[in-house]
């Protein structure tokens, strides 16, 4: 269940990137890599509880 949040945690964010590049918009990538490293840093953590 809680693979599935983040799979569609990060599409969302990817969304919303390449909403932004189509503007023409780079702060769209900032935004991304932030979101992506607090997403990825939460799964790890949890996987090292074994959850």
């Known amino acids: 269940m809680f693979d ?7 599409a ?3 969304h919303v990137f390449y909403s932004r590049l189509s503007e023409h918009d780079l ?3 900032l ?3 932030v979101s992506f ?3 990825y840093m939460d799964q790890l953590y ?3 509880l074994g959850i």
Do not use: N, P
Not at 4 to 10: D, F, S
């Open 4 to 10: 599935l949040v983040y799979v569609i945690a990060v």
């Open 31 to 33: 935004t991304f890599i």
């Open 12 to 14: 969302a964010a990817a």
């Open 46 to 48: 949890l996987v090292c």
């Open 27 to 29: 702060s769209g990538f």
């Open 37 to 39: 490293f607090i997403l």
